[in-house]
């Protein structure tokens, strides 16, 4: 069973993506679970304030430390987790081999930032990894967060079934995944290649490893090394 607690000051852009698809079934069927924080909820004032204004000066609003602090707290008072992690541009990049590994693990929290980011406090003092989904920027961490679960949740062992397979998936063995036809055979005179409709098994894995080979040599040399 993975646990993943998101902590956002804007939970409500991540719940119908998570209620929906393979997401909804990992939940329904008690392999994943995914719990939603309003950072505003553990504000400590009356107000409700999540962020200030940088020390020092300079454009955008900080995420606050307090709040933020109060919730991991809470979290951490009721479970152990395996990682705190934070999504944020000037993290490590995230690749198929750092989900897989995040998939073997219990309880994980996913910090969302916003705005100029967070207090660096809360890196120094309760963030164990920093995750970016990409060498750009995002308006928030919620997308991120969102992208970083997908790719766990559908490696946790039950959620997917032989039809979904992640065992064929592109990266898994540094080769992207060949292309797939469907039915019709045939579109407007464009053909299904023929080995495909030949029922010979062997023949066709060959012929999708060596389409697997030549897309990866055409379009991500860089995997082949
Ligand atoms: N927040 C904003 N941009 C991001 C990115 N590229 N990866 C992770 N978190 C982010």
């Known amino acids: 069973m993975m646990r993943i607690d998101i902590i956002s000051c804007v939970p409500s852009l991540l719940e119908s993506f998570f209620a929906h698809s393979i997401l909804k079934r990992a ?11 309003d950072i505003r909820d553990y504000s400590v004032n009356k107000h409700r304030t999540i962020d200030d204004y940088a ?3 300079g454009a955008g609003m900080v995420l606050q430390i307090e709040p933020i602090a109060r919730c991991i707290r809470a979290l951490q008072a009721q479970r152990n987790y395996d990682e705190v992690i934070y ?7 995230m690749e198929q081999k750092m989900v897989n590994q995040l998939s073997l693990k219990g309880n994980l929290i996913m910090l969302c930032g916003h705005y100029k ?9 309760f963030i164990t990894k920093e995750i970016s989904i990409g060498d750009y920027v995002l308006s928030g961490g919620e997308l991120a967060a969102a992208v970083l679960a997908d790719a766990i949740i559908r490696l946790v062992p039950g959620v997917l079934n032989d039809e979904t397979s992640a065992l064929t998936d592109s990266f ?16 407007e005179g464009n053909i299904v290649p023929e080995i495909l ?15 697997s080979v030549k897309r990866t040599r055409e379009r991500r040399p860089d995997l082949l090394k």
Do not use: C
């Open 27 to 37: 939940q329904q069927g008690g392999h994943a679970e995914v719990v939603l924080h």
């Open 197 to 211: 409709m030949s029922g010979h098994e062997a023949k066709i894995e060959e012929w999708r490893y060596e389409q």
């Open 172 to 187: 898994q063995d540094n080769l992207l995944a060949p292309p797939v036809y469907s039915r019709p055979s045939d579109f």
């Open 117 to 125: 980011g967070v207090d660096q406090r809360v890196r120094d003092l």
């Open 87 to 93: 999504l944020t541009p000037d993290g490590e990049l």
């Open 55 to 57: 020390f020092g000066g």
